[in-house]
């Protein structure tokens, strides 16, 4: 380690200042300017020297300059030589001279506690110890080696991390409030340009979703899960109540979505027989979407009788029509049947044959019939009169 020297100037004589007491054996150069005088102490003590200068400074004023801590060691025109080698210094005027301390300078391996909050013995930046031998630490406010930032503190989240590392989305580190940072802008990467894990709803389209529109909200036609909303997909969406991922009428779901009803207009070919789309009987199809025919024991207005089957001679006729004598068809009761009511001919409007054989109304083996009843119990082959 070398000794160095703080040189006190009395600028109002600096050039001709004795210079033994810093070892240099001959005096400066006349007429030399305050920074030419600097200069050339610093060469000739190998850059050992630190100024300060100090113009108002008065004869014997050393100690009060330096804080008491020296005296004045040599002082123009007093006679002393301050080296202890009785050199002759030389002569300048008086109340002129130098006021010289020997102090510790940053990288001499010596702390200077009042001025050094460190000196690891070099000038080298990013080992602990800044050149300026101040302590590099990350939160001390100053940007030392190896930190991009430091705003004084060491708290995360506002743009300098505790670790005096720039904290911005696309450094490639996780900060605080990223989930994810992998340095680039790739918006389907697995990270997002804002530094998000990709999710349903963040209005990015990432691979496994069918549609992203920024939002959780069903029916809108991208649901929660990120999936196309439509009647057909086989899903029950928001609105929908079935879905068969088929377009078909006919079955329990109908191509709009609606699960079918009797009335609705669509026949569900597993339940119903009909669907005229309403809910009324007595117009082909009933209401409870089943077909209406003769025969099926319920009377439509176009139906003179509906007796539930489709038998002639019962009153009901196969065709529901009423069955009556007179109406030309034999039905039962009746022996004969000509559609009219005249008397003469081969029927009589009783719908009975009529009597040529017996006017007294005898049968002719088995006696009197009374009414038309006996006289249908008369033996076959028997004719009998009218009564």
């Not at 005249?342 to 049968?363: A, L, Q, W």
């Not at 076959?380 to 009218?386: E, F, L, N, P, T």
Request: proline letters at 3%; a negative charge.
């Amino acid at each position: 380690m070398h000794n160095t020297f703080r040189v006190y100037l009395f600028v109002s004589c600096f050039s001709f200042l004795a210079a033994c007491e810093l070892g240099i054996e001959e005096p400066p150069p006349d007429g030399l300017t305050e920074d030419e005088l600097k200069d050339w102490l610093a060469e000739e003590t190998d850059g050992e020297v630190v100024f300060d200068v100090a113009s108002e400074i008065e004869e014997g004023d050393c100690a009060a300059a330096t804080g008491g801590e020296l005296a004045c060691v040599g002082f123009c025109g007093d006679g002393v030589c301050a080296s202890e080698e009785e050199e002759d210094c030389g002569s300048c005027p008086d109340d002129c001279g130098l006021c010289i301390e020997i102090v510790s300078i940053c990288g001499d391996g010596l702390l200077d506690e009042e001025k050094e909050e460190c000196d690891d013995g070099n000038r080298l930046a990013g080992d602990g110890c800044n050149p300026l031998c101040l302590k590099e630490e990350c939160g001390d406010g100053r940007i030392d080696a190896q930190e991009e930032c430091d705003d004084g503190n060491r708290v995360a989240g506002d743009g300098c991390s505790p670790r005096c590392l720039t904290e911005s989305c696309g450094n490639g580190r996780i900060d605080t409030g990223e989930s994810c940072d992998d340095g680039n802008e790739d918006e389907t990467d697995g990270c997002t340009v804002d530094c998000r894990r990709p999710s349903c709803g963040d209005g990015i389209w990432q691979p496994g979703e069918f549609c992203d529109d920024g939002n959780l909200i069903v029916g809108d036609g991208c649901d929660s899960a990120c999936r196309v909303e439509f009647c057909g997909n086989g899903r029950i969406d928001y609105g929908e109540e079935c879905d068969d991922a088929n377009s078909a009428d006919d079955d329990y779901c109908t191509s709009t979505c609606r699960i079918a009803v009797c009335g609705d207009g669509f026949v569900n070919v597993y339940e119903e027989e009909c669907d005229d789309g309403n809910d009324e009987d007595d117009d082909g199809c009933r209401s409870g979407c089943f077909e209406e025919y003769c025969g099926d024991g319920i009377q439509q207005t176009t139906e003179g009788c509906d007796d539930g089957n489709t038998e002639d001679g019962d009153g009901c006729s196969s065709g529901c029509i009423e069955e009556y004598c007179g109406d030309g068809i034999i039905n039962n009761g009746e022996l004969c049947d000509d559609g009219n009511d005249d008397e003469t001919d081969e029927c009589t409007s009783r719908c009975t044959p009529p009597d040529t054989t017996n006017e007294g109304g005898d049968c002719f083996e088995t006696g009197r019939c009374a009414d038309i009843v006996e006289q249908m119990n008369c033996p076959a082959g028997v004719r009998y009169r009218s009564v």
